[in-house]
């Protein structure tokens, strides 16, 4: 596969680990306010470091989450039920991906109302990908 072709199906797949949490409505409400989220992410043919990425930004997780969860779905994303297990949510997806089948298995670990932990195993092809993404409520905006 390109390589090009792959790093944005990789890139799609990394926004969308964040919201596909929303999937079920027992999650716990995120609050709103200034959140950083930082991700790493390696991939299984990538010569170089893992990417890290930080960014912060005023939202509200749970209404963002909800939200693109309903365009994935609309693109023909398919989701697993939600196993929960204490704090612990764990859920798989199906997507195609500028015509690339691609599956994970998401694991959200919630802290509280104000901080969680995402961690990603994804497969493309011969391609496999695992992200952790670290969310954390820094204030108001």
């Known amino acids: ?7 944005k199906a990789v890139a799609l797949l ?3 680990a964040f919201p ?5 409505d027992d999650l716990p409400a995120l609050q709103q306010g200034m ?5 790493t992410v390696e991939d299984s043919k990538a010569a170089s470091k893992p990417l890290k990425m930080t960014n912060k930004i005023c939202t509200d997780p749970t209404s963002d989450m909800k939200k693109m969860n309903e365009a994935l779905t609309k ?3 398919k989701f697993s039920p939600v196993v929960k297990t204490g704090n612990t949510y764990i859920f798989t997806s199906k997507c195609t991906i500028q015509g690339v089948p691609m599956k994970s298995r998401s ?10 932990k995402v961690n990603v195993t ?3 092809g011969a391609r496999s990908t695992k992200e952790v993404l670290v969310a954390r409520r820094l204030g108001n905006c």
């Open 107 to 116: 694991v959200l670990s919630v802290e509280s109302n104000s901080a969680y």
């Open 1 to 7: 596969m390109h390589l090009n072709r792959w790093s």
């Open 14 to 16: 990394c926004v969308t």
């Open 20 to 24: 596909c949490i929303a999937i079920a």
């Open 122 to 124: 994804s497969t493309a």
């Open 35 to 39: 959140w950083e989220f930082s991700r």
């Open 75 to 77: 693109q023909g994303c």
